[in-house]
């Protein structure tokens, strides 16, 4: 454990400052000091008030008996302010009165996991859990996601805390918070891997080998997801020589930890060509997101990867509703409904949007036991709506056990056969139009109210051409249809940006969908269109 935080002037910092640490259901900001232009605004002292807000806010909910102390796990990924961060969260958590549980190296889908093993001896089920990342953004950047038993806090929640970090910073005293006397240290990752490696033995019929044959590599872009090849795979019989990147090292010197990011993409098809391996697999910084590629070096991600669980869920759960984010492709809807009999209910950016809908749909009779987000997001209902991308892996890894069981052979055909039919775009882009806060022509506004302007501006416009057909259910921004392909203009969660996501058969078509955005989006001059003039080259 590090020194206590030093006995220093502490900073003056307003309840604003701490606001502006939410991003969405996270919190997330800069940790260290070393890029130009960006000052830290997660330090120390800030993340001791943040932890103690988190148990103050959890003790308000959980209500514990004076005989009892809560506990929380706590958990990092491999960002080189890591470290810091933990002892400071363990001192915000210990001089608010909860007994702190450090885990280490360890995943986010792990993390929730704590709150649901029951295990007293290694201090399982905890009350409460924190994940020390912020996903697959640069070295410098750091954050926060937190869990109860029943999952991951909501937006509503992170404000409480924030609001709350902010009173009780402002009561610190220049002495520092003292370290604490007593933290538990447990490997839970050992627990976790176990039980991902049980379930794929358990969908195999009880056989202990049931990937032996199977040559799968992994690349976790140095993040915190190294452990799947060696305690996952390894285990179950694969063999994973040529996997990637599997060390720890929170400056990403290969490629960034980010199933979308091209380059993380290509680094895992090289991996899988090169090596001539039945299956490739990459995650995310934090592991709660994932992706594919098969034995031709086919990606396994995006639309694909949904279409893929999509057909693995409804052999399952046949005609259940599949949830996904708002920028899937209508060729995804159609493989869902028409070929494999499903409902697809496209809903909202934001992973906890998605996972939210489902549940919701659950509640209210429609059955659900997917929700899934484009950027490898994906929770299952028989795994408590945890969006895990091990997990995901796991029921790709079901799949290849069982088809070897069945005397179907080995290699990856069988999720390639899974997606067949599925249609694909000729061309696809996305395009982001920023908001320039500062400009006259806001006059004082939001650029939340300038957004949703220029939605209705396009929107009117859209309602006037016979070409255009607006999606007739639609969660999100402005959707539609022409030209055989489709564009989709909404607001930003978080950021003055209006992302544009075009799809269509050519570059040609999409050009058109382009234009017709362009003709909306000039009548507000505080709209950076350069990207789209660009595109459609006016």
Known sequence: ???????????????????????????????IDGVEGEPVSLPERVTEAIAAAFAAW???RKKPDASRRLKVSIGHDSRISAQKLQDAVSRGLDAAGVDVIQYGLASTPAMFNSTLTKNEDIFCPVDGSIMITASHLPYNRNGFKFFTNAGGLGKVDIKDILERAADIYKNFTEEGLRDPQSVQRVDYMAVYTSDLVAAVRKASGGIE??????????????????????????????????????????????H????????????????????????GIIFDTDVDRSAAVDSSGR?????????LMS???????????????????DGLTTFIEKKLGGRHHRFKRGYKNVIDEAIRLNSVGEESHLAIETSGHGALK?????????????????????????????????????VEGLEEPGFAVELRLKIDQNHADLKGGSFRAYGEAVLQHLSNIVD?????????????????????????????????????????????????????VISAAREFPALDTSALDKFVQV
């Open 58 to 60: 959890l003790l308000d």
């Open 1 to 31: 454990m590090a020194a206590a935080s030093s006995a220093t002037i502490i900073p003056s910092i307003d309840k604003g400052a701490f606001l502006k640490l939410q991003n969405g259901s996270d919190i997330r900001g800069v940790a």
């Open 382 to 418: 028989e795994n408590n709506w945890l969006d895990d991308g091990a997990y995901l892996m796991v029921k790709l890894l079901n799949k290849l056990a069982s088809a070897k069981a069945s005397g179907l052979g080995a290699g990856s055909k069988v999720l390639t056969d899974l």
């Open 311 to 329: 057909a693995i869920v409804l052999e399952e759960h046949p005609g259940t509703t599949i949830v996904t984010d708002s920028v899937t492709s």
């Open 256 to 279: 960034i930890p980010n199933p979308e990011d091209k380059e993380a993409m290509e680094a895992i098809t090289r991996a899988v060509l090169d090596n001539k391996a039945d299956l």
């Open 209 to 254: 080998k049931p990937l032996e044959g199977f040559h799968i590599v992994v690349d976790a872009g140095n993040g915190a997801g190294g452990f799947f090849a060696g305690k996952v795979l390894e285990p179950l019989g694969a063999i994973t020589s040529g996997s990637q990147f599997l060390e720890p090292d929170g400056t990403f010197p290969n």
């Open 299 to 307: 990606e396994l991600n995006r639309n694909r990867l949904i279409a």
């Open 464 to 516: 006037s051409d016979p070409k255009l057909e607006k999606a007739p259910v639609n969660y999100e921004g402005i959707r539609v249809s022409a030209y055989g392909g489709w564009f989709l203009l909404r607001l930003s969660l978080h950021d003055p940006v209006l992302p544009l996501n075009i799809e269509g058969p050519n570059k040609e078509d999409a050009v058109k969908l382009g234009l017709a």
